[in-house]
């Protein structure tokens, strides 16, 4: 985390060099922990600005902390949620600076990858941050919507130059592998896995065809489901394994209440929530108590993390 934070300072600096920390301040903090090298560009910051300037810090992908502490939590000590507390510190450190008045130089907080884990063990200190994850005004924020995926497609291909690919048949493949997302139990809209749609367009583009297989993460999702789900106990990881394979969907009465993450193993409504916020599950729309895998990507994760081949999948979770 260190040394991103230095690599983003360094290119603060190049941007807004009357603003950043000097080369040589980096340098003496290379060693020092986040907390501190963040302390000293925000003192550095307040001092330097003199026209009102003011600070918009942007997160991106915060979940690779959540995930190693997952990984701890799974069964490896050594990135277990105790060696996490220099990000405890170095959040800590953003709400000391973080404010409307005049010795505050960050009026604006934005981060991404956010779950339950992160908030109980990361975010502690972060007081002014509210969580916008299930609020429906920001419920297509992460994803494509359909209109949205559709104008990208025209604006990406030429179809007169493929007269065998149809965008019909172009849009119905993304949304059986990659629509479906839903973060927000009274979402209008469901959304597209963005990622994803754009490596699918690219294919198409440089193929000319749909392509014989449809792009999936560069990870192995199955091995990361695996993970999660052993996060649970037993008896509901076999509850969640069995309604998903028999039924695709499951009911978890009290997955949408805001609980924080104690550690430990998940009962069947933490674990079910997790994969409604690790994009795995989303809502069933037979009443915000059931819930189902996502789309194509998601149920060939669930049914390799089972052992089984994805045409072997129920007819429930086929099409």
Same mark, same amino acid.
């Given at each position: 985390?260190?040394?991103?934070?230095?690599?983003?300072?360094?290119?603060?600096?190049?941007?807004?060099?009357?603003?950043?920390?000097?080369?040589?301040?980096?340098?003496?903090?290379?060693?020092?922990?986040?907390?501190?090298?963040?302390?000293?560009?925000?003192?550095?910051?307040?001092?330097?600005?003199?026209?009102?300037?003011?600070?918009?810090?942007?997160?991106?992908?915060?979940?690779?902390?959540?995930?190693?502490?997952?990984?701890?939590?799974?069964?490896?000590?050594?990135?277990?949620?105790?060696?996490?507390?220099?990000?405890?510190?170095?959040?800590?450190?953003?709400?000391?600076?973080?404010?409307?008045?005049?010795?505050?130089?960050?009026?604006?907080?934005?981060?991404?990858?956010?779950?339950?884990?992160?908030?109980?063990?990361?975010?502690?200190?972060?007081?002014?941050?509210?969580?916008?994850?299930?609020?429906?005004?920001?419920?297509?924020?992460?994803?494509?919507?359909?209109?949205?995926?559709?104008?990208?497609?025209?604006? %990406?291909?030429?179809?007169?130059?493929?007269?065998?690919?149809?965008?019909?048949?172009?849009?119905?493949?993304?949304?059986?592998?990659?629509?479906?997302?839903?973060?927000?139990?009274?979402?209008?809209?469901?959304?597209?896995? &963005?990622?994803?749609?754009?490596?699918?367009?690219?294919?198409?583009?440089?193929?000319?065809?749909?392509?014989?297989?449809? &792009?999936?993460?560069?990870?192995?999702?199955?091995?990361?489901?695996?993970?999660?789900?052993?996060?649970?106990?037993?008896?509901?990881?076999?509850?969640?394994?069995?309604?998903?394979?028999?039924?695709?969907?499951?009911?978890?009465?009290?997955?949408?209440?805001?609980?924080?993450?104690?550690?430990?193993?998940?009962?069947?409504?933490?674990?079910?929530?997790?994969?409604?916020?690790?994009?795995?599950? %989303?809502?069933?729309?037979?009443?915000?108590?059931?819930?189902?895998?996502?789309?194509?990507?998601?149920?060939?994760?669930?049914?390799?993390?089972?052992?089984?081949?994805?045409?072997?999948? &129920? %007819?429930?979770?086929?099409?």
């Amino acid at each position: 985390m260190a040394d991103e934070l230095a690599c983003a300072m360094r290119d603060f600096a190049c941007r807004y060099p009357d603003l950043g920390l000097p080369c040589e301040q980096l340098d003496e903090y290379s060693s020092a922990c986040p907390a501190d090298l963040m302390e000293a560009f925000a003192k550095h910051f307040m001092s330097s600005a003199r026209g009102g300037e003011r600070l918009f810090i942007i997160i991106d992908e915060c979940d690779f902390l959540a995930n190693g502490i997952l990984q701890g939590i799974g069964g490896e000590p050594s990135h277990g949620p105790g060696q996490y507390g220099f990000a405890r510190d170095f959040y800590a450190c953003l709400q000391r600076f973080h404010g409307q008045g005049a010795g505050n130089p960050i009026s604006r907080l934005f981060i991404t990858g956010v779950t339950d884990v992160s908030l109980e063990l990361l975010f502690q200190g972060l007081e002014c941050a509210r969580d916008i994850s299930s609020d429906r005004k920001f419920s297509a924020m992460a994803g494509f919507t359909h209109g949205e995926l559709s104008r990208l497609a025209d604006e %990406t291909l030429d179809f007169s130059a493929m007269p065998k690919l149809e965008k019909n048949g172009l849009m119905a493949a993304m949304e059986e592998h990659y629509d479906g997302y839903s973060f927000s139990d009274d979402a209008q809209e469901r959304v597209f896995n &963005p990622n994803m749609c754009l490596a699918f367009l690219y294919s198409v583009a440089r193929r000319g065809a749909l392509p014989k297989k449809a &792009p999936g993460n560069g990870d192995d999702p199955a091995a990361r489901l695996s993970a999660l789900l052993n996060l649970a106990d037993p008896k509901a990881r076999g509850c969640i394994c069995d309604a998903l394979a028999r039924y695709g969907q499951i009911a978890a009465p009290g997955a949408l209440e805001a609980r924080p993450f104690r550690g430990g193993a998940l009962g069947l409504d933490e674990a079910v929530r997790l994969l409604l916020r690790m994009g795995y599950l %989303t809502f069933g729309g037979c009443g915000n108590a059931r819930f189902r895998l996502a789309n194509r990507l998601s149920s060939d994760a669930f049914f390799a993390c089972l052992g089984a081949k994805a045409g072997q999948a &129920p %007819t429930a979770l086929q099409g």
